[in-house]
């Protein structure tokens, strides 16, 4: 029943931050995608193109607003797989108790972690950029705590399951430096 209630959240955050507008808010610089991307990621070239991944088919120059949710947007997408992957392990009958605790600590993790990205999408799409700082600060937060549970595992799920938790923690991180770079400078 918890289960039920948590994805019954989980789906209601999502479907309020897929409708989310993304449209441009007033004074956010605007850029071409490129530029955006390389200002968000300056020096760091996995990063850039992961970026440019995210913005398939982008406008030639938009609000960095709009750059901003969509990689959001995505970096919320992807928490789900590691959640999946955690909640199954749990079902397995034979899994060591220290291994459990993990997987358990992680689901809260994820649940604070996607809780916290739903309330910072929500102010990016209000184009309450600045509001949505502490959002992003709790979600890398709570993706870090999931990582630290795991490190110590030399088991082939969990240590595939803390890759998954470093690739949303880059694409979160990503999503909030294009959000910083959204806001207006003056």
């Known amino acids: 029943m918890k289960n039920a209630a948590a994805l019954a959240l989980c789906l209601a955050t999502a479907a309020i931050i897929l409708a989310g507008s993304s449209e441009a808010c007033p004074g956010s610089p605007t850029m071409a995608v490129e530029d955006a ?10 990063t850039y193109w992961l970026c440019m991944k995210f913005m398939e088919a982008p406008p030639r120059e938009a609000d960095v607003t709009v750059y901003a ?7 919320f997408l992807s928490y789900a797989a590691q959640k999946t992957e955690a909640g ?9 108790g220290e291994l459990k ?17 739903g309330a910072a ?42 890759y998954g938790v470093l690739g949303d923690k880059t694409e979160t ?14």
């Open 88 to 96: 199954e392990q749990l079902r397995n009958q034979s899994l060591p």
């Open 69 to 75: 949710a969509r990689a959001g947007k995505r970096a």
């Open 121 to 162: 999408l929500q102010k990016v799409d209000a184009c309450d950029l600045k509001a949505s700082f502490g959002g992003f600060d709790a979600t890398l937060a709570g993706l870090e705590r999931c990582r630290v549970r795991l490190a110590g595992f030399s088991d082939v799920i969990a240590v595939d399951i803390a």
């Open 101 to 117: 605790d993990a997987y358990t600590g992680c689901l809260s993790d994820y649940d604070a972690a996607t809780a916290a990205m």
């Open 173 to 186: 991180a990503l999503a909030y430096s294009l959000t910083r770079l959204a806001v207006p400078t003056s």
């Open 37 to 46: 991307c390389q200002k968000a990621t300056p020096g760091d070239r996995q």
